[in-house]
């Protein structure tokens, strides 16, 4: 991606690189913040991205196994030049997706539910998912998280059950303080929402 002073980072398995005065400079995931795991049978899964209109970079991290996430080591943005983050309460956790609202809110899909920044104040709220259906154990990892023009999250989450969270994706709306499911149960592990000029 780009930064805004249009410098290019590419996410690797081992960190960042950033070109400035055509050199590429290494930032590993310790130096940002991410502290490495203990458990050799985790893949790590680092994303990096460009917020919409703030232009910041944020990194999010999901720990996997073969049925799926297992926890992680949260968010990063950069600030600046210092990287946030590394205290609670977007430290530790399945960290899959990231968006922003046009007045600057961010939005982090982690673990079971989202998470939203208030940039006036840069204090963080948790919106837990609903339930999940009766044959699931939870609602897992989240798949796709887009902001609608009235600055609404419309979500696609995986669920898990007993052995896995790779069957079926629930779709979610949240608006005034609710979440509302929609429509059937997806199978398959992606889902893409598209907002047309009327919204």
Known sequence: VLDQDSRPWLKTHQGLRVLEDDIWQILTYPELGFQPSQLPAFIPGYQLHRTRYSHQLWVTECDWIGP????????????????????????EGCATALAEDESGRIWVGMDSGLWEMDPGQETWTQMPFPEPPPEYSRVGFVTELKIDPAGDPWVSAALCGGASCFSEIIHLHYQDGEWYPLGELDRGVSSWFVFDQQG
Not at 74 to 85: A, E, F, I, K, P
């Open 68 to 91: 799926g996430p297992d926890g992680g080591r949260g968010v990063r943005w950069l600030d600046g030049s210092t990287w946030m983050g590394s205290e609670p309460p977007l430290d």
